[in-house]
């Protein structure tokens, strides 16, 4: 490609400051575009994006109006699925670190492509500032600067080194819009028309994979559907799900982002299903896109689809017209299929972690339990293993590609932070440092009551900080014959009282003594099972798993258990009496747990 025609000068007219270097941009882009289509030299490459002026519309999801936009060139519609690459300018030049304001700018920019491209594994930008071009890439984790050089020069001295230099960062930018789309910001080349997915293993033994766009008439071919919504983080973890078919059948494509220090739900899967845990979805296929891309895994799950949320079945079993003692029947069925899958994990040492509103499904009268992508697998000759099957972890590990011990070290250390705020249970509110089985299955029982609530504001779901929540539930779980009217569910529940009292009673009761405050007041408290209590909403297999975690057979609270929890709990200098009968604890206690809410921050800061 020649050169003199693509560093003479070009003077936009009638346009100024940031418009006029823009309009110098384009035609640098126009110029060579031109000049590589009649150009007689062979294998010269074209360009396969087109740059279009964006500085009149805003960005979606933002208030900023990009200067330039670079399209796939074979879509039909230009919109945020087809945006390759983002062009901002700003007329004076930029020190190494981005002013916050425009760093700001472009991560927005960044985040309404992740928000909408799921076959992406990094975010480019072309950043104009002043005379010299920079290409920024954006990762999962952290962003690269490549400066490619000036594109222009100020001083009005010409001279061959500035041409040169010009001539050079052309070239490179040439590269780069050339470039096919699975070689520079995607996983496959998606600058096709072809809406199906093949995932295929470089090696049956390992779960490597590479995936290519092809036509329906693939036999092989993945059915892309729908797109499921889903919240898109800016970093960390980040999943994508679509409505597929997938061997004849509706399922579920998951595509994850985790940090290679992290677990891959895959290998969480994995654990469950050659362990026969029952309650869970079926695995058509796993797999790695890319191992570790700047410290991320891309993982993809094709599961099959397991129906809609337990609110759902309830509203549309409601649209039925079905009755309330069929509704309550068939609730009261799915606590016992999901507390078994629970507890049966946890026999083989996972923890879910994430039991939420959106994480029960229901379909054909069957409730499984499904996203496992913060289950934690514990570790091997930690106190948590107690009574635990840690079998096929090794092998798995091996398989997925992760080191096991720091990775499930590392799954140890984030118990406090993981799950969904308003299902969280009362020591993970307030920050205790470790997970238990109990956690879980009290997220179960906020879950149940939530799906029964006819408010979205109740005292209960009333969401201001983690804490506040903590301490309020406190006091109304301390409320034995009216804590659903806070949750706004009493009168809804009806024959499923019974359940949930028991529910109530096995979470938040020793004996007959409420441990509320314990849950709050000491994070080391240890919630052992009752086994009387769960036997009324547990199956009898369910049961007999749960002894396993037991540090003897008990039916009920042992005097030696009770004796370890009295001794366990703090000292009556620092913290209030939590003995009150059930009967005996009110409403206003909301009041007093607040308080113990600033001695309990005056221990920590101890």
């Known amino acids: 490609m020649e050169g003199n025609n693509l560093t003479q000068t070009l003077i936009p007219v009638g346009k100024t400051g940031e418009a006029a270097l823009m309009s110098y941009f384009f035609a640098l882009c126009n110029a060579m575009a031109e000049e590589a289509s009649r150009s007689t030299v062979p294998n010269i490459p074209k360009a396969r994006y087109i740059l279009i002026d964006h500085q009149t519309k805003s960005v979606d999801g933002t208030t900023h109006k990009a200067d330039g936009v670079f399209y796939y060139s074979k879509r039909i519609e230009y919109n945020m699925s087809t945006v390759h690459m983002f062009v901002e300018a700003k007329l004076a030049p930029t020190p190494r670190n981005l002013p916050a304001e425009t760093l700001g700018q472009l991560l927005d920019y960044v985040n309404a492509i992740w928000t909408e491209q799921a076959t992406r594994i990094f975010v480019p930008i072309l950043y104009l500032h002043g005379e ?3 290409l920024l890439l954006f990762t999962r984790g952290s962003c690269y600067r490549v400066n490619l050089g000036n594109i222009c020069y100020t001083d009005n001295r010409a001279d061959l080194f500035k041409l040169r230099h010009i001539r050079e960062t052309l070239l490179s930018l040439w590269f780069i819009i050339t470039l096919p789309a699975d070689r520079f910001g995607h996983f496959c080349d998606v600058d096709t028309r072809f809406p199906n997915m093949r995932f295929d293993r470089l090696d049956p033994n390992k779960k490597q994979a590479y995936v290519t766009l092809v036509s329906p008439e693939d036999s092989d071919a993945l059915t892309l559907k729908k797109r499921i919504p889903r919240r898109v983080n800016l970093r960390s973890r980040l999943a994508y799900l679509f409505d597929t078919i997938c061997r004849s059948k509706r399922a579920v494509l998951k595509l994850s982002w985790t940090p290679v220090k992290r677990l891959p739900e895959g290998a969480v899967y994995e654990v469950l299903h050659r362990s026969g845990i029952s309650g869970i979805p079926e695995v058509y296929d796993t797999g790695l896109i890319r191992e570790d891309f700047y410290g991320y895994r891309l993982e993809y799950i094709i599961l099959e689809h397991c129906g809609d949320s337990i609110e759902a079945y309830i509203r549309d079993s409601r649209n039925r017209r079905d009755t309330g003692s069929e509704i309550h029947m ?58 635990t099957n840690l079998s096929f972890v090794d092998e798995v590990a091996q398989q997925w590609g992760f080191e096991k011990a720091p990775v499930l070290k590392k799954e140890a250390e984030s118990d406090y932070m993981t799950g969904t705020v308003l299902f969280m249970s009362i020591p993970i509110l307030f920050g ?43 006091g109304i779980l301390g409320c034995t014959d009216n804590y659903l009217k806070h949750f706004s569910a009493g009168s809804n529940v009806g024959g499923l009282r019974k359940t949930l009292d028991a529910m109530h009673r096995y979470l938040f009761y020793s004996g007959d003594r409420y441990i509320g405050h314990d849950l709050v007041s000491n994070e080391n408290y240890e919630r052992l099972p009752d086994l009387v209590m769960a036997a009324r909403f547990m199956d009898e297999k369910t049961i007999r798993a749960l002894r396993q975690l037991c540090p003897s057979n008990i039916s009920e609270p042992s005097t030696s258990s009770k004796r370890r929890r009295e001794e366990s709990a703090p000292s009556p200098e620092n913290a209030p009496k939590s003995g009150k009968p059930l009967t005996d604890v009110k409403p206003a206690d909301i009041a007093t747990s607040r308080q113990m809410q600033t001695r309990s921050r005056t221990r920590r800061r101890k």
């Open 330 to 387: 068939n609730v009261e069925q799915f606590i016992s299929q999901m507390t078994s899958c629970l507890v049966q994990a946890r026999i083989h040492g996972v923890l879910h972690r994430d039991i939420s509103n959106g994480n029960i499904a229901v379909n054909n009268g069957q409730a499984k339990v499904i996203d496992w992508g913060y289950a934690k697998i514990i570790e091997a000759g930690s106190a948590e293993a107690r009574g």
């Open 132 to 134: 010299k071009l920079t």
């Open 432 to 474: 205790a440092r470790k997970r238990s089985l109990a956690d879980d299955i009290e997220s179960l029982f906020y879950v149940i009551i939530r799906a029964f609530s006819t408010s979205d504001n109740c005292c209960g779901f009333r969401y201001y900080d983690n804490e506040n929540l903590a301490f309020t539930r406190v």
